[in-house]
């Protein structure tokens, strides 16, 4: 059971006129409770071809490693989000560069947007939400030990963009759990 | 006053701990409820040299120009909306191309996306959220009329690109209202 947050009437989920897929409605005050996908927004920050990665202190995939990233907050700019969350999760102050990924996850309702970014110093040091904090080189990446497979996908197009001399900007899907 | 979706116990506004920013919190049943940026999704669809635009029927910008374009729902990728989208507001089939542009805009909270596109037939026509759909050239675009912002910064990125030949990525934030 549902309830509507502007009344506190219970809410049905149905297909309200004019529309064409179920939406939560309150038949006592009109309301429409629309449900979108949230942007997972996050940074690859380099120094000298290393790329920090973070340890997840917090679930889900405590102890896996993963790209500063998270929740893009109301009030913000993605550019401002990057920012916050490398700054939150590693400590991490940097120059922040172009969007690099932007991967689609309709399973989860999410949509994850990396960009680049390069240290300003090597001060970074884990936040609340991560245990440890390393500069890891290409050689190095935990591969099987990576949290997130947006997280893995952008990693693989960095180093290839890379090893080519040029970064281009990716888009892509991941359809399947 | 606002309602707990779950419990329909009032529910306040404060920093839950561990985080540092206000959120509507039920002390009832403990869910903290977030709320986060939307993503508007869309296409620059062409034929030609000139671009499919779209007389909004609804609110806000009644009357107003713009590029088929929408929230984007839940269990779907950006690509797939910026094609339900396009179908919807101007009946048109398109060939999606690349991500064009990604413009922030923080004080309504929301993210605008834009694909590149092209027409695959002449047989569109207006959705129940338009008033008429044209085909329109350069020179006849009605600036002056155009609903959004992002999308009046969408058309003269697309503009100047072709005119130097070459289709960027277009990142950017609109942060005055």
């Known amino acids: 059971m549902k309830f509507c947050s ?13 529309d064409n897929l179920p939406r939560w409605v ?15 927004v996050g940074t690859v920050p380099e120094h000298e071809g290393r790329i ?3 340890r997840r202190a917090i ?24 920012l916050r969350e490398t700054l939150e999760e590693a400590g991490a102050r940097i120059e922040l560069g172009a969007p690099f990924s932007m991967i689609s996850v309709p399973y989860v309702n999410q949509v994850h947007i990396f960009y680049r970014a390069r240290l300003l110093d090597l001060d970074f040091k884990p936040g609340e939400e991560t245990l440890e904090v390393m500069l890891c080189e290409e050689a190095r990446i935990p591969w099987k030990e990576i949290a ?7 990693l693989r197009h960095w180093f290839a963009d890379r090893g080519r001399g040029a970064f281009a900007f990716h888009a892509e899907d991941i359809l399947v759990r």
């Not at 502007?6 to 004019?18: E, F, I, L, S």
């Not at 997130?148 to 952008?154: C, D, G, K, P, W």
């Open 59 to 82: 679930e889900p995939r405590y102890g896996y490693w993963t790209l500063p990233a998270g929740f893009m907050e109301n009030d913000e700019t993605t550019g401002q989000a990057a």
């Open 148 to 154: 997130f497979r947006t997280v893995a996908a952008t």
């Open 26 to 40: 309150c038949d006592q005050c009109g309301e429409i409770h629309y449900q979108n996908p949230r942007m997972v």
């Open 6 to 18: 502007n009344c506190a009437a219970a809410v049905v989920k149905r297909v309200p006129p004019g």
């Open 52 to 54: 920090l990665l973070c």
